[in-house]
Every structure is written in structure tokens, then in C-alpha cells.
């Protein structure tokens, strides 16, 4: 038996399908040929991102930060390292809220940077703050511990 599993490009928002156990081989967008859980973190506008959230069955931790921000600009290696230590079990996406201000609406942002786990359509847990890659593996691997 082999279950599919469903993750939506980051870049052109189309949702592709394939068989489970090709999740973690390097699997591409069968439209636009991006990389889907290539360890890298994607860039998303909210649309993608709202579809992401909603239909991946991969647990996607978003990084909601801005150009302006000085902590989030330091921090960004520290999300990138995280990206590949926890590739391909976990996406790891950022959005930039100066380009998408209505994803700090959407998502009740109130400042950033700030963190949103989703798995299987919802939110499970935030967190706010720059902080080291460790600090975001330890927060990921607790609370997919705990949702299962
Ligand atoms: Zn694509």
C-alpha cells in the first residue's frame, strides 16, 4: 500500500502529488520544476502560503519577517541552518510582512520576527523572537511530538 502525500510549490503554488516514500528524494514542482523539500527555506506571498498551510502533508514552520527588521536579517542564517538540519521531515518557509501586510492581519502577527508551526490544515503552536536554529528544532521536534 503507498499513501501519497500532497505539497504545494512554493513558487508556483501548484499542488503536486506523489507517493510518500518519494518525499524525502529530492521531489520537484511537476509544473515549474522548483525543488519541494530541498532543505532551502522558500520565500511565499500569502496566497502560497494560505495554500501551504491548508493542504501540505508536511509540517511547514514560517519565518514572518521584514526587510526593516534588524533581528530577523541577523537571525536568518540560524532559520536557513535549521532548514537543512530538519530537511526533509520538516519545510521551513519565510515571508516577508513589508511586501505581504496583509499576512500580519491574516495571521494576527504582532511582532515580529515571529514563528508558525501549521501541520495538517492548522496552526499548531507559535513563537516569537529571534533565536538560535537550536531553540527552533527543539520548539518543532516538541510540538510534533506532541500533535503526533
Ligand atoms: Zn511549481
Known amino acids: 500500500m503507498s499513501s501519497k502525500i500532497r ?22 514542482c ?6 519541494l523539500n530541498d532543505g532551502k527555506v522558500a520565500k511565499l506571498d500569502l496566497k502560497t502560503l494560505e495554500k501551504m498551510a ?11 519577517w521584514a526587510p526593516w527588521c534588524g533581528p530577523c536579517r541577523q537571525m536568518a542564517p540560524e532559520f536557513e541552518k535549521a532548514a537543512r538540519q530538519l530537511s526533509p521531515r520538516v519545510r521551513l518557509a519565510k515571508i516577508d510582512t513589508q511586501s505581504n501586510p496583509d499576512a500580519t492581519v491574516r495571521y494576527n ?27 527552533l528544532i527543539r520548539f518543532l521536534e ?3 511530538k506532541r500533535v503526533g
Open 7 to 28: 505539497l504545494t510549490c512554493p513558487d508556483c503554488g501548484q499542488t503536486n502529488q506523489f507517493p510518500a516514500d518519494k518525499a524525502s528524494a529530492a521531489p520537484k
Open 30 to 35: 511537476g509544473i515549474c520544476g522548483h525543488a
Open 54 to 64: 491548508k493542504n501540505d502533508d508536511l509540517p511547514l514552520l514560517v519565518d514572518f
Open 142 to 144: 516538541e510540538n510534533l
Open 109 to 135: 502577527i504582532r511582532g515580529i520576527p515571529a514563528f508558525i508551526l501549521f501541520h495538517r490544515g492548522r496552526e499548531v503552536a507559535r513563537l516569537a523572537g529571534a533565536r538560535p536554529a537550536t531553540d
